[in-house]
Structure formats: C-alpha cells, structure tokens
C-alpha cells in the first residue's frame, strides 16, 4: 500500500522560508517521479513542482520560480520542496503525489497522479 506523508508546513513571515518533505513508502521510490501540488482556500488544485525518478529533470511553475526549488533523496524516500521569499499568495495546503506506474513522468498534469499525501498547511503572513 502505497503512502505518502507530508511534513514540515506552518506559519512563516514573508520573505521567510520553510522546507517540506514527503516521506513515501509501499513501493520502489526511486522508480517513480513525483509531484508537488497546493490548493488555497476557494481555489482549485494547482501544480508547484515535479521532479523524475532518478532525481533529474526538476520543473517548478512559473509562479514559484526562482523561489522553490524540488529534490528528492530515494536513500530516505523522500522528496522535498524547499520553499524560499515566501509571500502571502503561497498561502495554501501542499500535497505530494505520485503516479500510479514507474517511469511515468505526468509533469503539471494533476490527473497523471494517482498517489496524495494528506496535505501539510502553509500560512505566509504579510
């Protein structure tokens, strides 16, 4: 059974900087990419970042560009999304996810994942 356990959400100033990590277990990590999503109150799902299974090809959204950057470390089956100049807007829940099937790479694509962690709370205050 496939589970992924998100850590490292809370409150931070602007221009502050937080790092989250998903711990994954029930299958091979480092077969598999994965993704980071958030979701602000009253609005949709949105991508933040993806990276490959073996670590390569990192992509974040424009949005987060510049500030955020993902890595994963498939020794501890772990991916993180080092989060930093935080502002206001990236206030959010921010969820791992990953697909169902090994070396499949769903990119910004939310229906790609088949896998989501719980979610972890980011509150940037202004």
């Known amino acids: 059974q496939v589970q992924l356990v998100e850590s490292g959400g809370g409150l931070v100033q602007a221009g502050g900087s937080l790092r989250l990590s998903c711990a994954a277990s029930g299958r091979t990590f480092s077969n598999y990419a994965m993704g980071w999503f958030r979701q602000a109150p009253g609005k949709e799902r949105e991508f933040v970042a993806t990276i490959s299974w073996t670590g390569g090809s990192p992509y974040v959204a424009d949005s987060v560009k510049g500030r955020f950057t993902i890595s994963r470390d498939n020794a501890k089956n772990t991916v993180y999304l080092q989060m930093n100049t935080l502002k206001p807007e990236d206030t959010a829940v921010y969820y791992c996810?990953?697909?169902?099937?090994?070396?499949?790479?769903?990119?910004?694509?939310?229906?790609?994942?088949?896998?989501w962690g719980q979610g972890t709370q980011v509150t940037v205050s202004s």
């Open positions: 996810a990953a697909p169902l099937y090994r070396y499949l790479a769903p990119g910004s694509d939310s229906k790609g994942y088949g896998y």
